[in-house]
């Protein structure tokens, strides 16, 4: 409950609900919300309380608010290693706005995975920065040399003070790294994330490279679970995310380079596929301009052609796929274009499943979001269209969005 605010009821009649699990529209419903939750769903039976204010959705379609499991709402610009030297009050405050935006795209949560912390969580959940829910994991883990690990080749000092607005944390050894892990946890972390392969925006790693130790990743993936907690892991290439998926992580991220061994293995460990498709479309388009160095420019074009196949493998292995972005600096508007690109392969009830659904399976919140039911977070998307046959109308939310209400309250 947002402190200060008197538990209000809210009614919505005349809705097209998208029930998305069933993938079809209820017509004519009444939803009864009472505080941050969805008391009652269904006809005209469904009324009003005594102090219910009333929204009329006129017949359009109402969908449970949208998920992107893989941002980093701290990475305000594209050059990540820049944004260590930046103030944290000041990165706070231009998380602020990129947070803000997230919530009028339609997002009503989303998984941070590397740079928000447990501040930028309360000042959300307090309503200090209108925002999606935030689950954060803290600081990534990185090796000595890995994708979290920023500096140049020419220096050796590294500044890992933790007040840094770093994304990641670099540490080496089962010890360190338990203790690293420790760290994120004890802050509330709601899941601890790894790098477990090269990538785009680190300067001196290669793309098909493999970063941490077995024994390492093990370690991890114990401390996460003895703290009822998971871990989710970045990597590109098949044989970084089968070692990944053997050790027991949990959600692998990108996976552009996977290929038909690592479905299997998703299959067997009941592991879930984070593809982030539009950020390589925004980085090769406008990536220079929005602080991305060169070097990490040349890199996106080894990963990019991949990353559709790698979802079409995903897809007819039939594996649990679920929507994530990544988008840095000035390219986060983009995205929600991540519902047209994955609609070239995925049929949209099942790309927005990803961003429901199957994502809130992901993050351990089946019941609480990503469905319209009783008992749910009252998180609301109210659009204009028909999603199921046009995906332009969540591709595009400046044009279609009419209301975002996260927990009962209407934010846009
Ligand atoms: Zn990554
Ligand atoms: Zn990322």
Same mark, same amino acid.
């Given at each position: ?10 009614? &919505? ?35 009003? +309380? ?5 929204? #009329?959705?006129?017949? =359009? ?10 941002? =980093? ?29 997230? +919530? ?56 890992? %003070?933790?007040?840094?607005?770093? &994304? ?16 994120? *946890? ?18 001196? #790693? ?38 990944? +998926? ?7 991220? =990108?996976?552009? *380079? ?73 390219? %986060?508007? %983009? ?18 499943? $990803?961003?429901? $659904? ?10 609480? &979001? ?23 109308? +969540? ?18």
């Amino acid at each position: 409950m947002t402190s200060g605010i008197e538990p209000t009821s809210v009614l &919505i009649t005349n809705a097209r609900v998208l029930d998305v699990e069933g993938g079809e529209y209820l017509e004519g419903t009444n939803l009864l919300i009472v505080g941050e939750t969805i008391a009652e769903v269904g006809g005209s039976e469904v009324g009003a +309380l005594r102090d219910s204010s009333v929204i #009329d959705a006129e017949g =359009h379609t109402v969908l449970p608010g949208l998920i992107d499991a893989h941002v =980093h709402v701290t990475a305000s610009t594209a050059d990540i290693s820049a944004l260590a030297e930046w103030s944290p009050s000041y990165v706070a405050a231009r998380a602020g706005r990129i947070l803000r935006d997230m +919530l009028h795209r339609g997002f009503t949560t989303v998984r941070d995975v590397g740079g928000a912390d447990h501040g930028l969580a309360d000042a959300v959940q307090e309503g200090y920065f209108p925002g999606p829910r935030l689950l954060f994991g803290g600081k990534a883990i990185s090796q000595t040399g890995g994708h979290g690990d920023m500096r140049p080749r020419g220096r050796v000092v590294a500044d890992e %003070h933790p007040c840094r607005a770093t &994304i990641s944390v670099v540490c080496d050894g089962v010890g360190e790294i338990r203790k690293a892990v420790r760290e994120q *946890l004890r802050t509330g972390a709601h899941h601890v994330k790894l790098m477990l392969s090269g990538g785009v925006a680190s300067p001196t #790693d290669r793309v098909d490279s493999t970063q941490l130790s077995l024994e390492e990743i093990r370690a991890v993936v114990e401390e996460a679970e003895a703290a009822n907690r998971y871990v989710a892991g970045h990597a590109y290439t098949a044989h970084a995310v089968n070692r990944a +998926l053997r050790c027991g992580v949990r959600s692998i991220e =990108h996976g552009n *380079l996977l290929d038909e061994t690592s479905i299997e293995l998703f299959r067997q460990h009941g592991a879930f596929y984070v593809p982030t498709l539009v950020t390589y479309r925004a980085l090769a388009d406008e990536g220079p301009r929005y602080g991305l160095p060169p070097g990490s420019h040349r890199k996106v074009s080894d990963v990019l052609e991949h990353g559709l196949r790698a979802l079409e493998l995903a897809y007819r292995g039939g594996i649990d796929i679920v929507f994530g972005t990544d988008l840095l600096g000035g390219m %986060h508007p %983009h995205q929600a274009k991540e519902f047209a690109i994955r609609a070239e392969v995925q049929p949209a009830i099942d790309v927005i499943r $990803s961003a429901t $659904s199957v994502a809130a399976r992901l993050v351990g919140l089946r019941g609480r &979001i990503g469905e319209i039911t009783p008992g749910a977070y009252a998180d609301i998307l109210m659009v204009k269209g028909d999603p199921l046959n046009d995906i332009a109308v +969540l591709a595009r939310p400046e044009e279609h969005v009419k209301l975002v209400m996260k927990a009962g309250r209407v934010m846009r």
